[in-house]
Structure formats: structure tokens, C-alpha cells
């Protein structure tokens, strides 16, 4: 077997063995099969395809070529979720003490915003103190003294993934569904927990441009994660617009206290959704007694309080959690309308950019981020506006203004006929089959 063969017969549309699979992602995690090679593959894969066996075994190999957690000392049920990302999604920051106020554990690793797309880690890092790089002995004393805590990545988890994604980055190969499903599942699996919630998004603010192909790589990382023998789940969810109101990221922290809080927006229905799923799917809970248990930690203050006890664990300042008015914003501007009609479309991808443009994002990997910085948004699709409302608010501190308010006024359509209403989920897919909502 040679490293050519293998790129020739992906090439030529042929089934890949296992042996080969293996062989190449080792090869490549170990140096001794170069970037130019690998990128030759990676594009044979986008243009020809993986069948289902391959892409297991590429998940496979990507899985052993680092650690693999072990939570079994945590001596409980620990769940996992995780988003293929988009726009002012800040879900995990709710669902992580929400769930461990319904006794299962969180030990949730999770990365850093790129291009448009918002980061958990950075948004947490915009509380004061918080510490986003505990050491693994500290990371799981807080999970168990907790029940829930978030940290970066650690480097050797799926370590081929990572050198496999920035490649990808640079050579037009990250829309690949086989590619993306490795990729996640890889450090889904490594990252040791029992019940995993994959959110799988569809929409302009989204790596899947429709609900057919969420539902395509939705239904493949489901078989694997079952046939790796863990009680998993994926819902597809819309993100044609952003998720939260807020978008930013200490203004995602203030958008998810408004949620503990029990504000009923979208992000709330979106993450009693998940959490409804996540927490039958364990086994421990029937649908009635997850929303029970959901309602109870909302509205007894309970996950609010959990919140603000991660904080503190992680060395975060908790009195932000509690006075959320003590985040330092900056200057507030808005975008208004040009005319009457309804809110017909928007281009959830175009409201991440202008984000970044502010300084709330990266454009490149060691850029520095301005937490301060984001939109606060008063209108979603389907909302009337008249001439003159302020579609959002924009905060800033100089950078980026005139930019990033184009980019918000030409990303949302105002148009005279009200459209069909958007719905948060669109399927809900797990080893028995798919729900349509
Ligand atoms: N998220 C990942 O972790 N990998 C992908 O390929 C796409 C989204």
C-alpha cells in the first residue's frame, strides 16, 4: 500500500479498507505523510464521498490518535452536547448548571469563535477571572463538587482532528459531510461521556445550508455514536437568524442570565429542547418528569444559582452572574429601518460577521477579542416594523462601526408580505428513527 494508491483510489471513486483509512490518518498525525498529500485526499473525499463503513472508520482511527476521558470516577450519568455552531448560540452556557440541576453531570470541553461564528470558551473568559484552562484533576473536583464545568479543549484529544480542521481551513474542504462527521465525532467519543445531544443547525449562520443535508450528517453521526454503544440523539435546528438576541460575547452571558431568569425567547425554547432531549434520552427521566425537573430549576432560581456557583469554581467572578449591569459594554448605536413591511429574511452569517468587524470576533486564530463588543437585536423574522424602529443596537468602541452596520442593514429584508412562521427544530433523529417536528 502506498500513499499515492490510497489518493488514486478515493480518486477513482473506490471504497477505502480500514487498514488504509488508518494508515493515512497516522501517517498524517505522525508527519510522515505531508500536508500536500493529505489535502489531495481531503478533497477526493468532498468531491467523491465516504460510505457510511468509511466514515466510521475515519472517525475511528481520528478517535485513537489521542486520549480518550474517562468519566467513570465521576460515578454518575454524564451527558454531553454538542453545536455545529452558528450565530449568538449560547445554549451550553444555560444548559450545563440546567442540567446539573437535574442531577446528571456536565464535563463539557468546547472551543474558540473563528471566522463568524461565536465561541463558548471566549464568552465565558468575558466574566472576570474565569478560568477556561483548569488542570484535569481540577476540572473534574468541580464537576463533581459542581455538576458541571467548562473548559477549552485539551490538546490531545482527537489530535489528528486538529491538524486534519486546519488544513481543511485552507484548502476548500470543510463542507464535506463525511469530513464534519468525523470531525465531531472524533472528539464527541474521546471526550468520555455516556449520552450525547448532537444540535445539528441548517441556515444562512450555519455549515449546513438546508434542513436535507442537516438531517443527512444528523442521521450519520447518530449511527456512529450508536454503534459506539452511546445513548445519543440529534436535533436539527434553524439558523437563519441569530439564536439569541444577543450576540457578543459578554452580552451572550447577560442574553443566557435573562434566560436562567426564565425570559421565554427563542434561545430559552431552544435549550429546553435539548435539554428535554438529552435528559430522556439518559433514561433516568420520562418527558414529563425532564420538563418537571427543567420548569423547577428555572423557576426556583436554582440554575441561575448553579451558574453563578460554576463561575466561582472556575475562579470567575460571580457577582456578574448575580448584577449582570456590571459588564462593561460599549457605545451604544443603532440600525433602523428604511421602510414598512415585515422582517421577511436575515443573514444570520452577515450579523456574526459585523460582530467580528466590531472586534467581538477572530479573523484569525491569535487575533485578541473585544468582549464588550455585539448587537442586541429587536426584531426576528416575521416581526412588523415600521420606517424608522431600531432593528438592533450595536455596541462598539470605534472599530469596525460603519462596516458592520452595513452589514446588518443589507443581511435583514424588509418586505410587505409577512412570512410563514420559523420553526426552532425542524427533526429530531436518534437510533429509532426521525421525528419530524
Ligand atoms: N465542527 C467541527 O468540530 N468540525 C467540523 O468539521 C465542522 C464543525
Known amino acids: 500500500m502506498t500513499v499515492l494508491d490510497i489518493i488514486e483510489k478515493k480518486k477513482n471513486k473506490q471504497e477505502l479498507t480500514k487498514e488504509e483509512i488508518g494508515y493515512f490518518i497516522k501517517g498524517f498525525t505522525d508527519g510522515t505523510i505531508p500536508d500536500y498529500q493529505m489535502s489531495a485526499l481531503l478533497m477526493a473525499i468532498l468531491l467523491n464521498g465516504m460510505t457510511d463503513r468509511e466514515t466510521f472508520e475515519m472517525t475511528d482511527a481520528m478517535l485513537h490518535s489521542g486520549d480518550i476521558v474517562d468519566m467513570s470516577a465521576l460515578g454518575g450519568t454524564v451527558v454531553d452536547k454538542h453545536s455545529?455552531?452558528?450565530?449568538?448560540?449560547?445554549?451550553?452556557?444555560?444548559?450545563?448548571?440546567?442540567?446539573?440541576?437535574?442531577?446528571?453531570?456536565?464535563?463539557?470541553?468546547?472551543?474558540?469563535?473563528?471566522?463568524?461564528?461565536?465561541?463558548?470558551?471566549d464568552k465565558l473568559e468575558s466574566i472576570p477571572g474565569f478560568d477556561t484552562a483548569l488542570s484535569e484533576q481540577e476540572f473534574f473536583d468541580v464537576v463533581k463538587r459542581v455538576g458541571c464545568a467548562v473548559i477549552g479543549q485539551t490538546a490531545n484529544l482527537a489530535p489528528a482532528d486538529k491538524k486534519i480542521y486546519a488544513l481543511r481551513d485552507v484548502t476548500g474542504t470543510v463542507n464535506s459531510i463525511p469530513l464534519i462527521c468525523a470531525s465531531i465525532m472524533s472528539k464527541k467519543l474521546a471526550s468520555g461521556s455516556d449520552t450525547i445531544l448532537l444540535d445539528v443547525k441548517y441556515g444562512s449562520g450555519a455549515f449546513m445550508p438546508d434542513p436535507e443535508s442537516a438531517l443527512e450528517l444528523a442521521t450519520k453521526m447518530v449511527n456512529i455514536g450508536t454503534l459506539a454503544g452511546k445513548k445519543i440523539g440529534a436535533l436539527i435546528t434553524d439558523m437563519q437568524q441569530p439564536l439569541s438576541d444577543h450576540v457578543g460575547n459578554s452580552l451572550e452571558i447577560i442574553g443566557i442570565i435573562d434566560v436562567l431568569h426564565g425570559k421565554k425567547n427563542r434561545l430559552y425554547y431552544e435549550i429546553r429542547e435539548v435539554a428535554l432531549r438529552l435528559l430522556t434520552l439518559t433514561g433516568k427521566y420520562t418527558l414529563q418528569s425532564a420538563e418537571r425537573a427543567f420548569d423547577e430549576a428555572i423557576d426556583s432560581g436554582r440554575a441561575l444559582d448553579k451558574f453563578a456557583e460554576m463561575v466561582q469554581a472556575q475562579h470567575g467572578d460571580a457577582s456578574y452572574i448575580l448584577h449582570p449591569e456590571k459588564f462593561r459594554l460599549g457605545t451604544r448605536d443603532a440600525v433602523v429601518?428604511?421602510?414598512?413591511?415585515?422582517?421577511?429574511?436575515?443573514?444570520?452569517?452577515?450579523?456574526?460577521?459585523?460582530?467580528?468587524?466590531?472586534?467581538?470576533?477572530?479573523?484569525?486564530?491569535?487575533?485578541?477579542?473585544?468582549?464588550?463588543?455585539?448587537?442586541?437585536?429587536?426584531?426576528?423574522?416575521?416581526?412588523?416594523?415600521?420606517?424608522?424602529?431600531?432593528?438592533?443596537?450595536?455596541?462598539?468602541?470605534?472599530?469596525?462601526?460603519?462596516?458592520?452596520?452595513?452589514?446588518?442593514?443589507?443581511?435583514?429584508?424588509?418586505?410587505?408580505?409577512?412570512?410563514?412562521?420559523?420553526?426552532?427544530?425542524?427533526?429530531?433523529?436518534?437510533?429509532?428513527?426521525?421525528?419530524?417536528?
Request: glycine share 14%; hydrophobic share 40%.
Open 84 to 121: 455545529t455552531g452558528g450565530i449568538g448560540d449560547s445554549t451550553t452556557l444555560a444548559l450545563a448548571p440546567i442540567l446539573a440541576c437535574c442531577d446528571v453531570f456536565v464535563a463539557k470541553m468546547s472551543g474558540r469563535g473563528l471566522g463568524f461564528t461565536g465561541g463558548t470558551i
Open 337 to 437: 429601518a428604511q421602510r414598512d413591511g415585515y422582517v421577511t429574511q436575515m443573514v444570520a452569517a452577515d450579523i456574526g460577521r459585523a460582530v467580528t468587524h466590531l472586534g467581538g470576533g477572530r479573523m484569525t486564530k491569535s487575533d485578541s477579542i473585544d468582549f464588550s463588543v455585539g448587537v442586541i437585536m429587536h426584531v426576528a423574522i416575521g416581526s412588523k416594523v415600521n420606517k424608522g424602529d431600531v432593528l438592533c443596537e450595536v455596541y462598539h468602541n470605534g472599530k469596525g462601526l460603519s462596516e458592520a452596520k452595513k452589514l446588518i442593514c443589507d443581511a435583514i429584508t424588509i418586505d410587505n408580505d409577512k412570512p410563514a412562521q420559523h420553526k426552532i427544530a425542524y427533526a429530531y433523529v436518534s437510533k429509532d428513527g426521525v421525528e419530524m417536528y
